[in-house]
């Protein structure tokens, strides 16, 4: 709702706010409402050339598991202290997360929204004078004539989108996003957003997080070593991380899907077969522990970035906050059902749980396989052909209005 009205800046420095806010409430807790307030706070596209888009990406993902590791580690280093079992040490590891909202916060309010956001919003000047700051029209003194050839190209690519998807027949509506008919298939794209992130999920990724130090105590190591071991696996995934940035624009988001979604199926089945032996040994207990450390790896690697890329990345422009916000609704929702209901299962039914991850695994491979076309080394406005019907996109692009919109750009190579 406030996606579009404010902007991708403005609600990132809110975002911040309330993470700054809800840290600061929970580090200072004395009781459960306090705890449950400050929860419910913290949880709450400038790329110039195709190619740049999916590394961009991955490292902003890669940045993220960084954090849920170093976490980890903080976690494991204030365990240590002689009064571990008190609260009062797990405050400061609970306010560290203000410190890094802060700065994220601050940082804002020296850059500008996207281009495309204040072409939406009707706001030439500003687009034409962000899409100018990214190109480098002038740098170093000079003007760089052939960047103002490539403005005026992606402003009219982007004019193009937002005129097609003003017709009627693509509006987004609840009944699109259940039975889509629309020429640029809106609804369909919106709903792959949610369900790709709510896969994503349901893979096992959260169980295995809030779960790690169980899972490793229960071979047999003591808590200290099953809270290092923890955080070794987690930094290992934010290695894997680092795999995705130079291949997800050489090898394709949907390959790096399929290919790492195949080779964690085969880890979580190994494990699920190691945990349903009734007997186990202390090798045994072992080998499910470590094939953990692959299954992470390979996730970091395609089911962290490519995800969180694909649906905001396949959304029509003028809804590409709201595929965003799809995206994240599928994320919460799902992380809810699993860590919430897997807690419960593995008092419940113990072992077999992990069946439910190996199963979404498999789903992930083939929805991928069936569902995702790849939009790897092309233009955000290119992507809505991929979805489009056939024709759909040939009169509005060629439409003679076109030019019209184009009339801020003299100003621009004028002044250049």
């Given at each position: 709702m406030i996606g579009m009205p404010l902007g991708?800046?403005?609600?990132?420095?809110?975002?911040?706010?309330?993470?700054?806010?809800?840290g600061v409430i929970q580090a200072a807790s004395y009781s459960v409402p306090q705890i449950?307030?400050?929860?419910?706070?913290?949880?709450?596209?400038?790329?110039?050339?195709?190619?740049?888009?999916?590394?961009?990406v991955a490292i902003n993902c890669s940045a993220l598991l960084l954090g849920v590791a170093l976490s980890y580690w903080v976690s494991f280093g204030f365990t240590r202290m002689t009064n571990q079992i008190s609260w009062v040490p797990q405050r400061f590891p609970i306010a560290l997360q203000s410190l890094f909202s802060i700065l994220s916060g601050a940082s804002m309010f020296f850059l500008p929204d996207t281009p495309r956001w204040y072409y939406i919003r009707d706001r030439m000047e500003e687009g034409d004078k962000t899409l100018s700051r990214l190109y480098g029209v002038y740098r170093n003194g000079m003007t760089n004539y052939g960047a103002v050839a490539e403005i005026q190209n992606m402003k009219s690519t982007i004019m193009?989108?937002?005129?097609?998807?003003?017709?009627?027949?693509?509006?987004?509506?609840?009944?699109s996003i259940v039975w889509d008919n629309t020429p640029l298939r809106v609804g369909r794209r919106i709903r792959?957003?949610?369900?790709?992130?709510?896969?994503?999920?349901?893979?096992?990724?959260?169980?295995?997080?809030?779960?790690?130090?169980?899972?490793?105590?229960e071979v047999g190591l003591s808590d200290f070593m099953a809270s290092l071991i923890a955080a070794l696996s987690l930094t290992l995934q934010w290695m894997g991380s680092w795999v995705c940035i130079p291949t997800i624009e050489r090898i394709g988001r949907r390959r790096i899907m399929m290919l790492t979604g195949s080779v964690q199926t085969l880890c979580l089945f190994v494990f699920v077969v190691l945990n349903?032996?009734?007997?186990?040994t202390?090798?045994?207990?072992?080998?499910?522990?470590?094939?953990i450390f692959p299954y992470l790896f390979f996730y970091g690697w395609g089911w962290v970035g490519c995800p969180w890329l694909y649906g905001p990345e396949i959304a029509?422009?003028?809804?590409?906050?709201?595929?965003?916000?799809?995206?994240?609704?599928?994320?919460w929702v799902f992380t809810f059902i699993t860590v919430f209901a897997g807690g419960i299962a593995l008092e419940t039914v113990g072992a077999r749980i992990w069946i439910w991850p190996l199963v979404f695994n498999v789903i992930a491979?083939?929805?991928?396989?069936?569902?995702?076309?790849?939009?790897?080394?092309?233009?955000?406005?290119?992507?809505?052909?991929?979805?489009?019907?056939?024709?759909?996109?040939?009169?509005?692009?060629?439409?003679?209005?076109?030019?019209?919109?184009?009339?801020?750009?003299?100003?621009?190579?004028?002044?250049?």
């Open positions: 991708r800046r403005n609600c990132i420095i809110i975002g911040n706010i309330l993470i700054t806010i809800g449950i307030i400050a929860r419910v706070l913290c949880q709450s596209e400038i790329s110039i050339q195709a190619r740049e888009r999916g590394p961009e193009a989108s937002l005129r097609v998807e003003e017709e009627s027949e693509n509006k987004l509506t609840l009944l792959i957003s949610f369900m790709i992130l709510g896969i994503q999920q349901s893979m096992g990724i959260n169980i295995m997080v809030y779960y790690m130090t169980r899972i490793f105590s349903m032996i009734e007997h186990k202390d090798a045994t207990r072992w080998a499910a522990a470590m094939i029509p422009l003028r809804y590409r906050h709201i595929g965003s916000a799809a995206g994240l609704l599928g994320v491979v083939v929805f991928v396989y069936f569902m995702c076309p790849d939009p790897t080394g092309k233009t955000l406005e290119e992507i809505d052909q991929l979805f489009a019907k056939d024709g759909a996109l040939v009169d509005q692009l060629n439409h003679p209005s076109i030019e019209k919109e184009l009339d801020g750009l003299q100003e621009i190579e004028n002044s250049a």
